[in-house]
């Protein structure tokens, strides 16, 4: 590696940016300020490296070249180079609906993949979906992954993002992957209204007022369409049965006209799997877009999230200082 440089730095890794030489590729390093000096560290890097991996050929997932530790027990990542990320843009400049609604059916195609291969991504966020030159959506960051034959529950408040997590992971409920759909729907309500839904001060909530979130009513916002909205009010139930599957939002998704004469969104790859449960009521006669209609006819339940996005993830892991990191030649 050369041309080493810091793109960004946060309370969970730093990024840099870097030529791989045997290559000529630029690629972003992703280097975890937590040491591996356990057992238990070990192995969730390992399970965490294994699910990226699993993940990356879906065309929407970020691409993983490599993973490694530096000399100084620091776990780190080589992957797939990008230029910004959602978060950025919905700060700038909201997402108007078509695109939003393009940007869903990617991720959601991508949570397709990875939930039928048994992996849960558990933080999607605006700031976990980038965007490249040549690829205008991909998910990154599968650090918080859980494989789906190791479920572990003991990381739900140790790292996550508040503003973007279900009322169950507050209740060290098992994760599934209507974590991953409240999420994605709660990003896709964000990047059109320019901040998470609810998060309505420069200040993050406490943690009894981010319970009390959940109570209220997600509003429609300007210039996009009810149906849309309705869509993500679903995705956003607070009871995890009432959210529809990934390839069910993907599908409602899909299925939106939101503009006349607007193309519709490019067609997604379809995994199917049929190892991978549902949370949907699979036993039901009815078709998924029967269940759907009926659904939009009730009132949705209210939820919340409350923390912003930029709001430091929380470990409980503190950073050893002053060691130098030497990368493998």
Same mark, same amino acid.
């Given at each position: 590696m050369s041309g080493l440089s810091v793109m960004a730095r946060g309370g969970y890794a730093t990024i840099y940016r870097a030529t791989q030489d045997s290559v000529g590729r630029d690629v972003a390093i992703k280097v975890e300020n937590r040491t591996l000096d356990n057992p238990r560290d070990q192995a969730r890097f390992l399970r965490e490296a294994k699910a990226a991996g699993r993940m990356s050929?879906?065309?929407?997932?970020?691409?993983?070249? !490599?993973?490694?530790?530096?000399?100084?027990?620091?776990?780190?990542?080589?992957?797939?180079?990008?230029?910004?990320?959602?978060? $950025?843009?919905?700060?700038?400049?909201?997402?108007?609906?078509?695109?939003?609604?393009?940007?869903?059916?990617?991720?959601?195609?991508?949570? %397709?993949?990875?939930?039928?291969?048994?992996?849960?991504?558990? !933080?999607?966020?605006? @700031?976990?979906?980038?965007?490249s030159h040549f690829n205008t959506a991909v998910l990154a960051d599968f650090g918080l992954a859980v494989l789906g034959e190791m479920r572990d529950s003991s990381v739900t408040l140790e790292v996550l993002t508040p503003a973007y997590a279900p009322p169950e992971m507050f209740r060290h409920a098992a994760p599934t992957g209507s974590? !991953?759909?409240?999420?994605?729907?709660?990003?896709?309500?964000?990047?059109?209204?320019?901040?998470?839904?609810?998060?309505?001060?420069? *200040?993050?909530?406490?943690?009894?007022?981010?319970? $009390?979130?959940?109570?209220?009513?997600?509003?429609?916002?300007?210039? %996009?369409?009810g149906s849309l909205t309705q869509v993500? *009010?679903?995705?956003? @139930?607070?009871?995890?049965?009432?959210?529809?599957? @990934?390839?069910?939002?993907? !599908?409602?998704?899909?299925?939106?006209?939101? @503009?006349?004469?607007?193309? /519709?969104?490019p067609p997604p790859t379809v995994y199917r799997s049929a190892s991978f449960t549902p949370t949907w009521d699979s036993n039901s006669p009815r078709r998924p877009k029967e269940q759907w209609q009926?659904?939009?006819?009730?009132?949705?339940?209210?939820?919340?999230?409350?923390?912003? $996005?930029?709001?430091?993830? %929380?470990?409980?892991?503190?950073?050893?200082?002053?060691?130098?990191?030497?990368? /493998?030649?």
């Open positions: 050929s879906h065309p929407h997932v970020v691409d993983l070249f !490599d993973i490694g530790v530096t000399v100084d027990q620091h776990p780190y990542l080589i992957m797939e180079l990008c230029e910004g990320s959602y978060l $950025d843009r919905m700060r700038i400049s909201p997402l108007g609906a078509i695109e939003a609604r393009d940007l869903g059916v990617k991720i959601a195609d991508a949570l %397709v993949h990875a939930h039928a291969n048994g992996v849960l991504h558990r !933080d999607v966020k605006p @700031a976990n979906i980038l965007y974590v !991953d759909v409240y999420a994605l729907s709660a990003t896709l309500y964000a990047v059109m209204r320019g901040h998470p839904p609810r998060w309505d001060g420069e *200040r993050s909530p406490s943690l009894i007022t981010l319970m $009390d979130l959940f109570d209220r009513p997600i509003p429609d916002l300007p210039n %996009v369409p993500l *009010r679903y995705g956003m @139930a607070n009871d995890p049965q009432a959210r529809p599957t @990934a390839e069910q939002l993907r !599908d409602m998704l899909i299925g939106l006209h939101l @503009a006349p004469g607007s193309p /519709p969104p009926e659904a939009t006819q009730r009132p949705v339940p209210p939820l919340s999230q409350t923390q912003a $996005d930029e709001t430091p993830t %929380v470990h409980t892991k503190k950073r050893k200082g002053g060691k130098r990191r030497w990368w /493998p030649s």
